[in-house]
């Protein structure tokens, strides 16, 4: 198999602020898989948080490239990606999973193509093809801005609101759910403050937030201490979902049963496999699961809108806060986010589609 790049700037329709941060733009790297006649595409978008610039998502991902064609097809690099097999050789630095997670997705992209398959079907889904209602994300703005973004977004047919949290004043937080509840009496709330709370902040918080009709808060409470985040769980009006303090595997079972819900992001867990695994590790527990996703495009949601039949809530929304998104095939912008029935991921880059016009 062969494989190329291409790295791209995604910019947003406008500024998104959140408690740590204001993002305007990430820059994506695109992978490109090739075997008999068929591309399969991948996406990794870069993050501060995660410490990934556009650089060392490149280097990291050439790395892969060499790696890649090793193999002579996608179904015996998926089985190696899926065994553990592409981790790092002694004295290497292993990928992080937002690589994995691309690479992983070009392969499902190119199997399924090859297969004549929708990727949903080569993870064992039967039925239509998975579709879910998705959160909108609003983020922290002023009361009368987030009324107006709530009114525009149910009269687009969205029905779940994320909204984020974790203000300087949690008044103005405050302020800000009560006004989008008034211009959306019939709307699902979410609350994600990022990590903004200390516990004694989210206990005196939390239940002035049920009483507006939040539905479920992601990570209230600072990063790094999951156990204060579960005994918060234990006592809160509110569903908890882990989010920065459930990245992978081991933190899903340290949490399962002790918090209402755990939100996996593709690019923080390493992808599909990943995914399905800590889907069915926190089963019958009582935690539930939450797709999330990074600000992305559709290439970039796309793995994860083939699980979405399987999460009580989701939050695929990043490539609808893009000024342009250069792919096309999930949908969304009705409140809806659909797998296509097509073969591989079943999405398009736009100037290719053009193109076939």
């Not at 650089?55 to 090793?70: C, F, N, V």
């Not at 609003?138 to 977004?153: D, H, K, M, N, Y």
């Not at 999460?311 to 986010?337: E, S």
């Amino acid at each position: 198999m062969k494989a190329r790049q291409r790295t791209v700037r995604l910019e947003l329709t406008e500024p998104l602020r959140i408690s740590r941060s204001t993002m305007t733009a990430r820059e994506a790297v695109w992978l490109t898989v090739e075997h008999e006649g068929q591309q399969g595409h991948g996406e990794a978008v870069t993050s501060v948080y995660y410490g990934l610039d556009a650089r060392t998502l490149e280097r990291l991902l050439h790395a892969k490239a060499r790696w890649l064609a090793r193999f002579p097809g996608p179904e015996s690099a998926l089985e190696a990606l899926w065994a553990g097999a592409g981790e790092a050789g002694p004295g290497e630095t292993a990928a992080p999973p937002a690589v994995t997670a691309a690479v992983e997705s070009a392969l499902l992209d190119l199997a399924g193509k090859l297969a004549g398959a929708p990727v949903h079907r080569l993870l064992g889904a039967r039925g239509a093809p998975p579709r879910a209602a998705t959160a909108r994300t609003i983020g922290i703005t002023s009361p009368g801005r987030a009324e107006a973004q709530a009114v525009r977004l149910v009269r687009d047919g969205f029905s779940v609101l994320k909204l984020k949290a974790g203000a300087p004043d949690p008044a103005h937080d405050l302020a800000r759910v009560r006004a989008v509840r008034a211009a959306a009496p019939r709307a699902r709330l979410l609350l994600d403050p990022n990590g903004a709370w200390s516990v004694r902040e989210a206990r005196r918080l939390l239940p002035l937030f049920a009483e507006l009709g939040v539905e479920a808060v992601e990570q209230p409470l600072v990063p790094g201490d999951p156990e204060a985040l579960a005994k918060l769980a234990e006592r809160s009006p509110l569903p908890v979902i882990a989010d920065e303090d459930a990245v992978g595997l081991e933190d899903a079972r340290r949490l399962a049963g002790r918090v209402q819900g755990i939100n996996v992001k593709l690019a923080k867990c390493g992808g599909v496999g990943a995914a399905l695994r800590i889907a069915e590790l926190i089963e019958g527990t009582g935690t539930v699961l939450m797709l999330g996703c990074l600000t992305a495009s559709t290439l970039g949601i796309a793995p994860a809108v083939h699980l979405a039949d399987r999460a009580r809530w989701v939050d695929l929304d990043g490539h609808l806060l893009l000024a342009d998104d250069p792919w096309t095939g999930i949908g969304g912008a009705d409140g809806t986010v659909r797998a296509s029935p097509n073969p591989g991921l079943g999405v398009v880059e736009r100037g290719a589609e053009e193109a076939r016009a």
